[in-house]
T-cell receptor
Framework: ETGVTQTPRHLVMGMTNKKSLKCEQHLGHNAMYWYKQSAKKPLELMFVYNFKEQTENNSVPSRFSPECPNSSHLFLHLHTLQPEDSALYLC???????????????FGEGSRLTVL | KNEVEQSPQNLTAQEGEFITINCSYSVGISALHWLQQHPGGGIVSLFMLSSGKKKHGRLIATINIQEKHSSLHITASHPRDSAVYICAVPTAGNQFYFGTGTSLTVIP
């Protein structure tokens, strides 16, 4: 148990569906991240939020839409996805800061997405 | 070229063996992270270090800042150590460069 909770753990959706992934942490962290993990590839950063402000959008297609209503919750809204979007989506959080001061990354268990 | 390179990519060991996983990086860093990912997906932070050596149980992490190299050692390996081990270094912008991971299988 890392203190970062993701739901759902598994999601199967068609290309025309709309769904959302949810991430929640009550660790007092104020930096939150969405990562995509595809087979045999390094973790790919999608979005970073600091204090609810999006500070990075790593050229992610608009069919992925993040939302951060407060520093404890992060959503990833999905619509009209493609089969190549099937992957493990991981949420992480960390104290805001630089280098060693920011501390360790805490990850959720991930949401395994399959797009049919 | 990835800013963080790990070796080996895959590793199979007999239970009880001493294991070493290597990480080399090309950027300046303030800290390096070792992460563990079990089948099923969840990632756990094992170590964050900026110099020298750290030890947690059977796990030891070392770093040589001058050579831009870190190693993760597992002593007396056990099947429950089977996982993917990932090296990560933070950027100035509070993001991370990740290695592709080392997949470890420990056979009983």
């Amino acid at each position: 148990e890392t203190g970062v909770t993701q739901t759902p753990r598994h999601l199967v959706m068609g290309m025309t569906n709309k769904k959302s992934l949810k991430c929640e942490q009550h660790l007092g962290h104020n930096a939150m991240y969405w990562y995509k993990q595809s087979a045999k590839k390094p973790l790919e950063l999608m979005f970073v939020y600091n204090f609810k402000e999006q500070t990075e959008n790593n050229s992610v297609p608009s069919r992925f839409s993040p939302e951060c209503p407060n520093s404890s919750h992060l959503f990833l809204h999905l619509h009209t996805l493609q089969p190549e979007d099937s992957a493990l989506y991981l949420c992480a959080s960390r104290r805001r800061g630089s280098g060693f001061e920011a501390g360790e990354l805490f990850f959720g268990e991930g949401s395994r997405l399959t797009v049919l | 070229k990835n800013e963080v390179e790990q070796s080996p990519q895959n590793l199979t060991a007999q239970e009880g063996e001493f294991i070493t996983i290597n990480c080399s990086y090309s950027v300046g860093i303030s800290a390096l992270h070792w992460l563990q990912q079990h089948p099923g997906g969840g990632i756990v932070s094992l170590f964050m270090l900026s110099s020298g050596k750290k030890k947690h149980g059977r796990l030891i992490a070392t770093i040589n800042i001058q050579e831009k190299h870190s190693s993760l050692h597992i002593t007396a390996s056990h099947p429950r150590d089977s996982a993917v081990y990932i090296c990560a270094v933070p950027t100035a912008g509070n993001q991370f460069y990740f290695g592709t991971g080392t997949s470890l299988t420990v056979i009983p």
